[in-house]
């Protein structure tokens, strides 16, 4: 069965610092890749995506993420946090095509200012 | 763009009452709908799917169930709600393998 884990449940860094969120996946086909976003009061919505081409891809507000194929993995970063990026993040994988998307368990991210 | 309105926001019901939360979309057609339950650790479980009007799939044995009436209406539905239906309620929207658009949720309580 596919399934997402994402490493760590709580992050807390302070403003500036470098982030990376840690997501593999377990699924034997070919998968599409997001990471979506839920900040406070505010509906989930899509931070990046993957589905073919260059592994590294950008999202919105300077996130990136890349993608290892060979580690399953699809880890999210940003090189500097700012306060305004405390927020939930969520890892997902969609089979190629497929209709279900499987959610990582998420990450809530503190940034003190 | 698509847009994905849910209601009611919250919602407060005794045990063995019934259930009907809405949603409803705009902005595209013969999307597929999802409802998910998002609990505190442990993501977002997806409960159905539908990939057209009445085609209603159920990823999870449980009380609840949902219809697709209208190709940009879901329902989520019970006869008689548990304490362990209390949750956070989402509705989704997207094409194939594609990125989903979410609604704003909605709060259940079960008491």
Known sequence: AQSVSQHNHHVILS???????????????????FWYVQYPGQHLQLLLKYFSGDPLVKGIKGFEAEFIKSKFSFNLRKPSVQWSDTAEY???????????????????????? | SQTIHQW??????PVGSPLSLECTVEGTSN?????????????LQLLFYSVGIGQISSEVPQNL????PQDRQFILSSK?????????YLCAAGRGGFEQFFGPGTRLTVL
């Open chain 1, 15 to 33: 403003e500036a610092a470098s982030l990376e969120l840690g997501c593999n996946y377990s699924y034997g086909g070919t998968v599409n890749l």
């Open chain 1, 90 to 113: 969520f890892c997902a994988v969609t089979s190629t095509g497929g209709f279900k998307t499987i959610f990582g368990a998420g990450t809530r991210l503190f940034v003190k200012a």
């Open chain 2, 8 to 13: 009611p926001a919250t919602l407060v019901q």
């Open chain 2, 31 to 43: 999307p597929n709908l999802y409802w998910y339950r998002q609990a505190a650790g442990r993501g």
């Open chain 2, 65 to 68: 169930s949902a219809s697709r």
């Open chain 2, 80 to 88: 008689k709600l548990l304490l362990s239906d209390s949750g956070f």
